[in-house]
């Protein structure tokens, strides 16, 4: 069987020779034996000795041997370069094993968990080098700077914090109520919710909060600065970065935090009150005695002595990420997203330690 090429076989002619083409692979599909002749073949471009070479490649597909025969040594080299294109077939793709996979994930994943504490560890030692620093030359501690963030981490936080502890006040004593009413026992919802608030819901809710608000504040701040180079540029000018950029927005937090910490557990206590007296019907000068009776100083000493940890915490996360971001917008949002997911995660750990730390002393 022999198919003659006859014309000229150029892009200008695309829409036509590539019908032409198909129509003849499909008609000659189970042919055993195919000769393209060239012979009465006029003009030849790239298009078309793609377009043969595309039909002669069919026709093989098709279990029929085809071959280009009468072929000009004019046209010759062209047919041959196109003769060489996509030979290579594709490399199989691999069905990948999923429980290798899945180890693969866990070490990831475990390997940059392990990474992200060297780097925390690392800011931690850094920044007590700049502390020690600042305590033999107390001039070099940057005041204007811990009080510009002092109003920012705190001052301007109470709002928020106080609406929101007020709220988780009220309805944990709602639900106490609720559900101790049954067994007459209402007035141990004032033991029950003192006692969770100040030990544990309030330090631990404040953090929380500090950590979505200042803490990604922070990484946002240090992260488009390493994206305009200044923090290379306080490097050049001969200042260290954590003792000018962390060193006052941690000390910030650790004062910040406990008085968040104060004032959100009072408001919540306030919430819980309100509700126990309008919904539980329990007056405010009983509610005040059993207060009285529930809670002594190791309460309060214990929500306390938590916040200065977690707000360390945060702080160091939160400017760890910061200098970790690269120059792209992407890395500034995917870091700032790390900062509140690793900071909450580490607040809510190390609130479990203090926990079990508190219960082996007896506090």
Same mark, same amino acid.
């Given at each position: 069987?022999?198919?003659?090429?006859?014309?000229?076989?150029?892009?200008?002619?695309?829409?036509?020779?590539?019908?032409?083409?198909?129509?003849?692979?499909?008609?000659?599909?189970?042919?055993?034996?195919?000769?393209?002749?060239?012979?009465?073949?006029?003009?030849?471009?790239?298009?078309?000795?793609?377009?043969?070479?595309?039909?002669?490649?069919?026709? $093989?597909?098709?279990?029929?041997?085809?071959?280009?025969?009468?072929?000009?040594?004019?046209?010759?080299?062209?047919?041959?370069?196109?003769?060489?294109?996509?030979?290579? $077939?594709?490399?199989?793709?691999?069905?990948?094993?999923?429980?290798?996979?899945?180890?693969?994930?866990?070490?990831? *994943? $475990?390997?940059?968990?392990?990474?992200?504490?060297?780097?925390?560890?690392?800011?931690?030692?850094? =920044?007590?080098?700049? /502390?020690?620093?600042?305590?033999?030359?107390?001039?070099?501690?940057?005041?204007?700077?811990?009080?510009?963030?002092?109003?920012?981490?705190?001052?301007?936080?109470?709002?928020?914090? %106080?609406?929101? $502890? /007020?709220?988780?006040?009220?309805?944990?004593?709602?639900?106490?109520?609720?559900?101790?009413?049954?067994?007459?026992?209402?007035?141990?919802?004032?033991?029950?919710?003192?006692?969770?608030?100040?030990?544990?819901?309030?330090?631990?809710? %404040?953090?929380?909060? %500090?950590?979505?608000?200042?803490?990604?504040?922070?990484?946002?701040? =240090?992260?488009?600065?390493?994206?305009?180079?200044?923090?290379?540029?306080?490097?050049?000018?001969?200042?260290? #970065?954590?003792?000018?950029?962390?060193? #006052?927005?941690?000390?910030?937090?650790?004062?910040?935090?406990?008085?968040?910490?104060?004032?959100?557990?009072?408001?919540?206590?306030?919430?819980?009150?309100?509700?126990?007296?309008?919904?539980?019907?329990?007056? #405010?000068?009983?509610?005040? *005695?059993?207060?009285?009776?529930?809670?002594?100083?190791?309460?309060?000493?214990?929500?306390?002595?938590?916040?200065? /940890?977690?707000?360390?915490?945060?702080?160091?996360? *939160?400017?760890?990420?910061?200098?970790?971001?690269?120059?792209?917008?992407?890395?500034?949002?995917?870091?700032?997203?790390?900062?509140?997911?690793?900071?909450?995660?580490?607040?809510?750990?190390?609130?479990?330690?203090?926990?079990? /730390?508190?219960?082996?002393?007896?506090?």
């Amino acid at each position: 069987m022999a198919l003659a090429v006859s014309g000229a076989w150029t892009a200008e002619r695309a829409r036509e020779l590539e019908d032409i083409v198909d129509a003849a692979a499909g008609r000659y599909q189970g042919t055993r034996s195919v000769d393209i002749d060239l012979q009465k073949l006029e003009r030849l471009d790239t298009f078309g000795a793609w377009l043969i070479e595309r039909l002669k490649r069919k026709l $093989t597909v098709g279990g029929a041997t085809a071959r280009i025969v009468n072929l000009s040594e004019r046209d010759r080299g062209l047919i041959d370069e196109v003769q060489l294109v996509n030979r290579d $077939t594709a490399p199989k793709r691999r069905v990948p094993n999923r429980a290798l996979s899945g180890l693969d994930s866990l070490g990831r *994943a $475990t390997a940059e968990i392990g990474w992200s504490l060297v780097l925390i560890a690392h800011l931690l030692g850094a =920044l007590t080098l700049a /502390f020690l620093g600042t305590l033999r030359r107390p001039s070099r501690l940057r005041l204007t700077s811990i009080v510009h963030h002092l109003d920012r981490v705190a001052l301007r936080a109470v709002p928020i914090i %106080v609406l929101s $502890t /007020f709220l988780i006040g009220a309805i944990i004593a709602q639900q106490g109520i609720f559900r101790f009413r049954p067994f007459g026992a209402d007035i141990y919802v004032v033991d029950m919710v003192s006692v969770l608030v100040l030990r544990e819901v309030g330090v631990l809710f %404040v953090s929380i909060m %500090v950590a979505g608000r200042s803490g990604s504040a922070y990484t946002a701040e =240090l992260g488009a600065m390493k994206m305009r180079e200044e923090i290379d540029a306080l490097r050049t000018m001969g200042f260290d #970065p954590v003792e000018v950029l962390v060193l #006052p927005r941690i000390v910030a937090l650790v004062i910040a935090v406990p008085l968040l910490a104060f004032i959100g557990s009072m408001a919540a206590l306030y919430g819980a009150g309100l509700v126990c007296w309008l919904y539980g019907g329990m007056s #405010p000068e009983i509610f005040l *005695a059993r207060l009285r009776e529930a809670i002594w100083l190791p309460t309060f000493e214990v929500g306390l002595i938590k916040a200065p /940890f977690m707000a360390l915490v945060i702080g160091l996360v *939160a400017c760890t990420e910061g200098f970790e971001v690269d120059g792209s917008t992407a890395s500034l949002g995917l870091k700032t997203t790390a900062s509140v997911v690793k900071s909450i995660f580490l607040v809510i750990v190390l609130d479990g330690f203090f926990a079990m /730390f508190f219960a082996a002393i007896g506090m």
